[in-house]
């Protein structure tokens, strides 16, 4: 049994499985502060991300596939930054020491950590000061990229072709096969899209390759329409993107109707894949070596002069616009 704060950190946290070794870090958990020694010359890129208990994931979540989540959302942020991982710190409140959810939650974020060897080295627990305000959660990345070569949201071109790594909207309907609003399906199906939900694909390894093409990148967090706009303000450049292009997988569609199908995709959120603009002299060479890599990649559309985002279907013009999640937006006007 765990009886208070620093019990918990030294059988959940600062155990062999998160808090490994690794070159980078000269002192980790246990001190006031833990020490890292940066290879010479890189720039140091750090992150961070909030989960909260009803916002972010569902109240009962499963504790290993959170751990895994919590660490992989904030992994895509050094990912489409085209940054390395050295190492993470965690921030936990909890309104109770439950031992069978911090099991399962620091083995998830385990997992992730050694198959990104980037170890935990530092954090801070508290209890919530209140029942209800539930599990928060807050990790912050922290990476290197050589100088020069992170990837930005403000370098999109017109005429530059615009790409998306894996499929579109698989985690908004694994969020509602969690919340048993899905129609039926197979268990596969079930079973791949709650992965989406929980795991999503890591994309730190692809950004590795995408950074020496890409004139812009981002990930999306809060669905294609929401982020591609992040890229389109920052660049001053607008986008025609073809509805018909996008990746779809067999579940997604398979849990989705024809109606839902686009605004999940475009609006859904929680993705974790990269979106990234490519000089289109560039775009041969960038797809061999993410075919080589085993990387599933879609041209999606083309960056324009004209500001804005317009979406197609078939060749045609369509007018719907598409927003993705905000927080502190009221419901109504989403
Ligand atoms: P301080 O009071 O100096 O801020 P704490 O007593 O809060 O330090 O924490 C003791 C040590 O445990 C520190 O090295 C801190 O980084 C680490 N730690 C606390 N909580 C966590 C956590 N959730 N994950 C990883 N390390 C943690
Ligand atoms: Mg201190």
Redesign the pocket.
């Known amino acids: 049994m765990a009886s208070d704060?620093?019990d918990?950190?030294r059988r959940y946290?600062?155990a062999a499985a998160l808090?490994f070794p690794s070159p980078q870090v000269a002192l980790g958990?246990?001190?006031?502060?833990?020490l890292l020694s940066l290879t010479p010359g890189m720039q140091l890129a750090m992150s961070m991300d909030l989960l909260q208990e009803g916002v972010h994931f569902p109240t009962g979540a499963d504790p290993w596939g959170l751990g895994k989540r919590s660490l992989l959302v904030n992994l895509s942020d050094l990912a489409a930054t085209g940054a390395r991982p050295v190492c993470f710190?965690?921030?936990?409140s909890m309104p109770s020491v439950d031992e069978a959810w911090l099991a399962g939650f620091s083995g998830g974020l385990a997992d992730v950590a050694a198959a990104h060897h980037c170890p935990?080295?530092?954090?801070?627990?508290i209890g919530s000061p209140t029942a209800q305000a539930g599990i928060m959660i807050a990790i912050q990345v922290h990476g290197e990229v050589p100088p020069g070569h992170a990837m930005l949201r403000r370098g999109a071109r017109a005429g530059d072709k615009v790409y998306v790594t894996g499929s579109l909207g698989d985690a908004a309907a694994g969020l509602a096969v969690l919340h048993g609003r899905s129609p039926a399906l197979s268990s596969e199906h079930r079973r791949a899209l709650i992965e989406a939900f929980y795991a999503p694909e890591s994309r730190v390894g692809a950004a590795q390759i995408v950074r020496d093409y890409a004139s812009a990148c981002i990930d999306l967090s809060d669905g294609l329409a929401s982020d591609l706009l992040h890229i389109l303000q920052a660049s001053g450049v607008g986008a025609c993107i073809a509805m018909d292009q996008l990746p779809l997988s067999e579940a997604f569609v398979a849990a989705t109707s024809a109606a839902q199908r686009t605004a999940l995709a475009v609006g859904g959120g929680d993705d974790y894949e990269l979106c990234f603009t490519v000089p289109p002299d560039k775009t041969d060479a960038l797809q061999d070596r993410l075919r080589e890599a085993g990387v599933p990649v879609t041209c999606i559309g083309g960056i324009t002069a004209t500001p804005g985002l317009v979406w197609t279907q078939e060749g045609d013009v369509i007018s719907t616009r598409f927003t993705g999640y905000r927080h502190f937006t009221p419901e109504e006007s989403r």
């Open positions: 704060e620093f918990i950190i946290f600062n808090a958990i246990g001190d006031d502060c833990a710190t965690l921030g936990l935990l080295v530092g954090g801070d627990t």
